[in-house]
DNA sequence: TTGACAGATGGGCGCGCTCCCACGAGTCTT
DNA sequence: AAGACTCGTGGGAGCGCGCCCATCTGTCAA
């Protein structure tokens, strides 16, 4: 409203009495331009108050400095915003440093993640970051072909072939269980991840492998898949406890799953730790609030969420080549084991 | 990877055997294309997969069809996170309505506060939403005076020009101590959030009402200042003891807040809520779990989320006038009280 | 002195799109 | 039958920028 519309990078080449390209290099950085020009664009600048348009960049040079951030809504309610808040943290740090913008994605259903390929064929974003991806999920593919550079927080199965940073979901998840015998439980139960994300499959993974390692057989009958929410595992820790009344520990796959079993446990009168040991995943802020304090497994979200951040720039502003990381994990004791 | 790069307009066009006016008219939804035109430039869309450049749209039209949505870092941690994903959650529902982008700024300090306009005057957006403005800020001043439609979640201060949403907090505050003093509490002291915030200052207001509509005297010796946090009401609860040994309630500003006062009140062995009624704000997930389940005022944030949104919308799309809405805000007793 | 060369500079062009306006064909009115 | 109008249509211009390339200036060696 001040009548006067914004400066163009004409207006400054006039003001400082210099060609358009001048100024183009003075604010790209180009070392192609002498103390004196530079010194008379710098002051114009500042004078006009000018800003180079975004828009106008992007379109000749194809770039935006945004990438997107696709979350699934389903998995971004019930509680498990904490993991979400983390790595939305870690990947805005990330980003601004490197004066990337971060285009936030929330998606409700299929049909929307459909539609989302073709907002991101739009060209607003050069890259993506994607969580929470089922193996079966055909947006990475869709992305890849479209070749728009993608980073997965996890990966679809063991055969990634896409960039991805990764919890080290079995260790972890090895760990806990080693814990709990090593505190003398033998009927240790799990309520595991969805099994048709690789996440819920290697921290069930984990489960077995320490059993093994300590040569105690897992039983089938102690396993009882989850969805990651409170209300799956207050129901998983029913069905199990239904079928193992004698079960003396369990592993839950995420921390809010293991405070839906510390709630079932409680129901039926189970004393945690003492009847009954549990272990979460995760370490969320729940962690510490529960009734007891919840042995979980810490995994670093915000520095995963940075990693991923740092790597998707590393490929959208340098070609670097794909990248698979996987984070370590530690088990963090407290009063529920 | 393809070999061929992305279709523009010019390919449709001569695909579709017409002028690049044609296709954009379709693609725009204008009606000035006869029927046979518009099956053809639909036809040719269709094979070639054509989808616009945003980009290059936006260069002329000068639109973004992004917002951006600002959240001080420093209030997204501490476990406030249950607010910011639900307004998050509520942003982005209204925002998919209007296929407009949500630009997420997660800004640290005021250095990168600062930043934000000027990356902000690179009109990457459209508009701007902002949260937990204190009464003193400047940046809702500097957009303004860019000329950049911004809407608040919150308002400066009682007389702010900005368009806003806010929720009633002096009427839920109100309710809760009207609820208290129903209850037969007599010295009902209040954590309050900080006093440069009007939401700090509303939900104290509130307080004060509610005592005089009772004509019960509201003594500044039960008032002591917190911050939102859960660290800073457990240090306000003990400030409060110290003064006043005999309170028999607390009204906390904040969910947050009151797990903080709750956990000072259980050190000390007071019973809540024989001993001590406490009452929140908010109503988050966090309530349903403390121990005991704890009674807040619901804000429906969310909602507010959703409506900022659309307020946005209806400015930087159809030019609507400045907006300020107050949502309604509603007692939940639960066990604390 | 002259040619070769490096450094500095700026104009033209095009990125893909929307919008203005001119134009042609058909319809209606007098 | 001719003007007035409506409807469809398409080419040109321009949004603000980066980059190619031609041009200009000054320096140095022969």
Partial sequence: MTGNRRPTIKTVAARAGVGRTTVSRVVNGSDLVSADARARVLAAI?????????VARGLVTNRTNAVALVIPESESRLGSEPFFAALIRGVSGALAESRTQLQLMLVRDQAERDQLT???ATRRVDGVLLVSVRSEDRLPGMLQEMGLPTVLAGRRDAGERLSYVNSDNAGGATAAVRHLLGGGRRRIATVSGPLDMDVGRSRLAGWRTAHEEAGVPAEELLLEAGDFTEEGGRRAMRLLLERAPDLDAVFAASDLMAVGALAELRR??????????????????????????LTTVRQPVEELGRTMARILTDITQHGAPRQQLTLPTE???????
């Fill in 268 to 293: 039926q009168g189970r004393q945690v730790p003492g009847d009954v040991a549990v272990v979460g995943f995760e370490d969320s802020v729940l962690a510490r609030h529960t009734d007891p304090p």
């Fill in 46 to 54: 500042k004078e006009l108050n000018y800003v180079p348009n975004s």
């Fill in 118 to 120: 073709e907002s991101v």
């Fill in 331 to 337: 088990l963090v004791v407290r009063e529920s084991t």
